[in-house]
């Protein structure tokens, strides 16, 4: 089974005052570009982005190429929450494919870490969901047959938590010793606590 990813980066960024994707990761990649790479490295099919209208606008003012790695959807309605982001990214998906679901403001994703959860997928309709000490983290992966599902849904079933959707379904927990699963950049003292910056 082909496997993909859905990057959600159409968040507002209220409580962090600057677009997450851009943070600056290493010198070489923003917290974008890092994900874009370790997802092609690991050999995803398809890359879709789910950006919104503030995410465009400052592309367009940098020197970046990157968008011409992925499937864009713009959510024009970021209001509307993250499973309406994701939503929007599974009708980007032509043929069956297994996506990992993945937050932008968590760029601390790995290649062991998709191999492991890739690795424990067994069926179509579980979720695989990484653990550290008994948490659950991030990237998900969701087999293609909840893909299908999603897609399914009428816009007017979007306020629909994603958690709420997920624990519908077939759960798989994958213990990790990686406890940067754990975290979310979503304000500046989180950010300098871990770059620094």
Do not use: W
Not at 39 to 46: A, S
Not at 84 to 93: K, Q, R, V, W
Not at 134 to 147: F, T, Y
């Amino acid at each position: 089974m082909e496997t993909s990813v859905i990057i959600l980066a159409a968040g507002l960024s209220e409580r962090i005052g600057f677009p997450k994707a851009f943070l600056k990761f290493n010198k070489e990649h923003t917290f974008i570009e890092k994900l874009i790479a370790t997802y092609k490295e690991y050999g995803v099919n398809d890359i879709v982005l789910v950006l919104n209208q503030q995410f465009l606008e400052y592309y367009a003012t940098r020197n970046y190429n990157f968008l011409k790695e992925c499937i864009t959807i713009t959510n024009n309605k970021p209001e509307n929450g993250r499973f309406f982001s994701i939503m929007l990214g599974c009708n980007a998906f032509q043929f069956p494919t297994d996506v990992f679901i993945q937050n932008v403001d968590n760029p601390f994703t790995t290649q062991e870490l998709l191999h492991a959860l890739k690795n424990n997928l067994e069926n179509d309709n579980e979720v695989i969901i990484p653990q550290f000490t008994k948490n659950d983290g991030h990237p998900v992966l969701l087999g293609n047959e909840l893909i299908e599902k999603i897609k399914k849904f009428a816009v007017t079933e979007c306020e629909q938590n994603f958690r709420e959707f997920i624990l519908q379904h077939n759960v798989k927990k994958v213990a990790t010793d990686n406890k940067n699963i754990l975290i979310n950049v979503n304000t500046m003292e989180i950010y300098k606590a871990y770059f620094g910056k």
